[in-house]
């Protein structure tokens, strides 16, 4: 389907528009994004309450509204959008994976209750130097210490340290095994000692 009036109302914040073509509310454009996914990604939450029948919906590749606000850093967008927490995309990432494996600590902060999840599908993609590979189950510490986010590191560590992906690599393996030059020696490689916390209640 095409893009509609809704949708570019949403993507640009303009709420006399949303309302003024509500009618469109539930169509998603050939990705299978919402109204409400165009609203999240440019980080216009006023719109949120409008488009709140579109909450819980996925686009063909299994992304959420949340799992746009979380990448993106829209952390405004976040405390309106939590029915969706918990949901996995196709790769099997998480709103809180993918806040972690993009230094989105504020949004991290309002994921935790995510923590612990681990990925069911193998993930690759190729940096500048190489084709990286991140396994069944890989955590959003993880990510964020291969990425070398210390905050969301810090962050994370309490619910997930200690956890293992499908080879056995733990976060300390990965921060220390990351392409990027700034992770030798990484200064967001975990200290992993102590007994795991649960992540706390939504």
């Known amino acids: 389907m095409s893009i509609t009036g809704l949708m570019r109302a ?38 949120i ?37 918990g949901k996995q995309k196709g790769d099997s990432w998480t709103a809180l994976m993918l806040a972690a494996s993009n230094g989105n600590t504020d949004s991290v902060r309002l994921l935790l209750s995510e923590a612990g999840k681990q990925t069911t599908e193998e993930w690759k993609f190729t940096s500048a130097h190489n084709r990286v590979t991140f396994h069944p189950g890989t955590t959003a510490l993880m990510l964020a210490a291969y990425f070398n986010y210390p905050e969301v590191v810090e962050l994370l560590l309490p619910c997930e340290q200690g956890m293992k992906d499908s080879k056995g690599h733990t976060a300390k393996w990965h921060a220390k095994n990351s392409s990027k030059e700034q992770l030798h020696p990484s200064p967001s490689a975990p200290r992993e000692r102590g007994h795991r916390a649960n992540p706390p209640a939504t």
Do not use: F, S
């Open 10 to 47: 949403a993507g640009r914040g303009d709420l006399e528009g949303v309302k003024r073509n509500l009618n469109q509310i539930g169509k998603q454009d050939e990705d299978g994004k919402t109204a409400l996914m165009w609203a999240v990604r440019g980080g216009h939450a006023n719109c």
């Open 49 to 85: 309450p409008l488009l709140e029948k579109e909450i819980g919906i996925q686009e063909n590749d299994g992304w959420t509204a949340l799992m746009y606000a979380a990448r993106d850093g829209h952390a405004n967008c976040i405390p309106l959008l939590m029915n969706e927490v």
